[in-house]
């Protein structure tokens, strides 16, 4: 089987195990990473099937929406790469993206690092932030039922890992805990350089929501 056939395959196989999936981790994620991954590629020195197959499975079976299992995504990819004829050198590779993308809190230290991871780290935060990242932020708390602000719930700066992953705080709240601290960890050059147009926005609209909130505007 062609290595064009495989990622073929794999969109099929992540279009159809995402077809009820929440609105800001569904195809269209995945599709956006992988585009984005694509073209931060072309300045970098990466492997090219692996890091596509990364993007397109690193959201494969997040364990946001499986009781917290981080063990079930690598897994299906495994399995579902295993049935392709993927060499096994190349599904560890994909293992190891979707193991260690995830943002997991601003006091947590990333223990590994490939060309391809990150390439795709890279793109998955790129769409976190921005306009896209906006919405997909609201749409989650709406998800989870989270109330958009509460200026009596401070941001909390200091999560571990395991307070991170748990935390209910209101939708505001993720901006200051996650996604206007990725700019100053993005991997490739063109990553930063697409995170500081990103990262602006988010910071235009928050200067307008505390406006707004206020009824100064």
């Not at 190349?90 to 293992?95: F, G, R, S, T």
């Not at 748990?166 to 206007?180: G, R």
């Not at 700019?183 to 926005?201: C, E, I, S, V, W």
């Amino acid at each position: 089987m062609t290595q064009q056939s495989i990622i073929q395959q794999t969109i099929e196989f992540v279009k159809q195990t995402l077809v009820d999936a929440e609105g800001g981790h569904d195809w269209w994620h995945i599709w956006r990473v992988w585009q984005l991954s694509k073209k931060i590629a072309v300045t970098e020195d990466a492997s090219l099937f692996v890091l596509e197959l990364g993007a397109l499975l690193h959201d494969i079976a997040d364990s946001k929406f499986h009781d917290g299992n981080e063990e079930l995504g690598p897994q299906k990819a495994r399995e579902f790469l295993k049935s392709l004829g993927v060499e096994d050198t190349d599904i560890l590779q994909v293992e190891n993206i979707i193991n260690h993308i995830s943002f997991k809190g601003a006091n947590e230290a990333q223990d590994f690092r490939s060309p391809e991871l990150n390439i795709v780290q890279d793109a998955d935060r790129l769409d976190a932030m921005g306009a896209i990242g906006i919405a997909r932020t609201f749409n989650y708390g709406g998800f989870k039922n989270r109330e958009i602000y509460n200026p009596d719930i401070n941001p909390n700066l200091k999560m571990t890992k395991t307070e991170y992953k748990q935390s209910t705080a209101p939708t505001l709240n993720h901006f200051y805990e996650k996604l206007l601290l990725l700019k100053d960890r993005m991997n490739t050059p063109t990553g930063k350089l697409m995170a500081d147009q990103r990262h602006r926005f988010m910071l235009t609209y928050l200067e307008e929501f505390y406006q707004e909130w206020n009824g100064e505007c």
